[in-house]
């Protein structure tokens, strides 16, 4: 069974598509398909709250690009996700309703408690008995943060801080300290004795892992991390592009986005973190597979 994915986020679009594998009573999954779209709604509806007609043309012609896709593919089911960008922009609920209209293609807005529950199906075989993590995903116009103890998740909240927001640390800005007050007050719940893990997901933090030469699920220290923000803030955002070859809609992000996760990190008092490279995307199809009575056992990449 072939099934696809579409996460239509603040920054970017993106598909995957993944064929269900079954062999002595276990299913596994093969990704053969995955494509994304640097849309950048959350420019457009962070300052305006509005989507421009520019950006509603890109998302009729990448929805229709991706059915196209998934006929190619002969996709037999598909689910299509939006988060903070789409849920902000007053005009969204009718940017929904035209791409049902032309195209017969429902997308489906969640909100940040939603997203986080796709993002759990994503890293949940990453989980270790007895242990407690922070699982932080940044996004454009939001960052999920998510407590687990012992497999289980115990707190979770959504904080209107993204990497294009443009919310920089500091101490005058509300958001940031709710999300410090936040974080210390759970690490005092898990109790003093408990260290946690930092697990964290996203498209920078995924660029970043790669800047540094690691691995999918490879632990990466604090001071790396910095190391390299560090080295990144010399470059102007010309240079990032050009010298680092980072794509623009990567280039002017990562900065940013690595302060939230830094932040993060700092509060709980964590000092390495792993990166297992999943998102919403992989969230949605362990939900298909769910529904279509498949169990995951296994992600064969």
């Not at 579409?6 to 993944?18: E, K, V």
């Not at 002595?24 to 509005?50: C, H, Q, W």
């Amino acid at each position: 069974m072939k099934l696809a994915a579409i996460d239509i986020g603040s920054n970017g679009a993106r598909m995957l598509i993944a064929r269900t594998l079954h062999n002595n009573g276990k299913t596994s999954i093969k990704n053969i398909e995955y494509v994304r779209y640097p849309l950048r709604l959350g420019k457009d509806v962070f300052a305006n709250k509005m989507i421009g007609e520019k950006k509603q043309e890109k998302i009729h012609k990448l929805m229709h690009a991706f059915k196209l896709l998934m006929e190619l593919h002969k996709v037999e089911d598909y689910l299509i996700l939006a988060t903070s960008a789409f849920r902000e922009a007053d005009n969204g609920a009718q940017i929904v309703e035209d791409v049902k209209q032309s195209l017969g293609m429902d997308i489906q807005v969640i909100d940040g408690d939603e997203e986080a529950q796709y993002m759990h199906l994503a890293i949940q075989t990453f989980l270790s008995p007895n242990q407690n993590y922070l699982h932080v995903d940044v996004g454009g116009g939001s960052t999920e943060l998510n407590i687990y103890s012992n497999m289980q998740k115990i707190d979770a909240f959504s904080f209107q801080i993204g990497s294009i927001r443009n919310n920089e640390p500091g101490g005058s800005n509300h958001r940031f300290e709710s999300m410090r007050q936040w974080i210390v007050e759970r690490k005092e719940l898990l109790g003093q004795g408990n260290n946690i893990t930092g697990i964290c997901t996203g498209g920078n933090i995924n660029k970043v892992q790669k800047l540094l030469n690691r691995r999918s699920g490879d632990s990466i220290s604090i001071s790396e991390i910095n190391n390299l923000l560090q080295e990144l803030e010399v470059y102007t955002l010309h240079e990032r592009i050009n010298i680092l070859k980072l794509n623009p809609d990567r280039a002017d992000t990562i900065i940013p986005a690595t302060n939230i996760y830094l932040s993060a990190m700092n509060w709980a008092g964590i000092r390495e973190m792993f990166v297992p490279k999943v998102g919403v995307k992989d969230g949605i199809i362990y939900h298909l597979m769910e529904k279509h009575h498949d169990k995951v056992y296994n992600n064969v990449e």
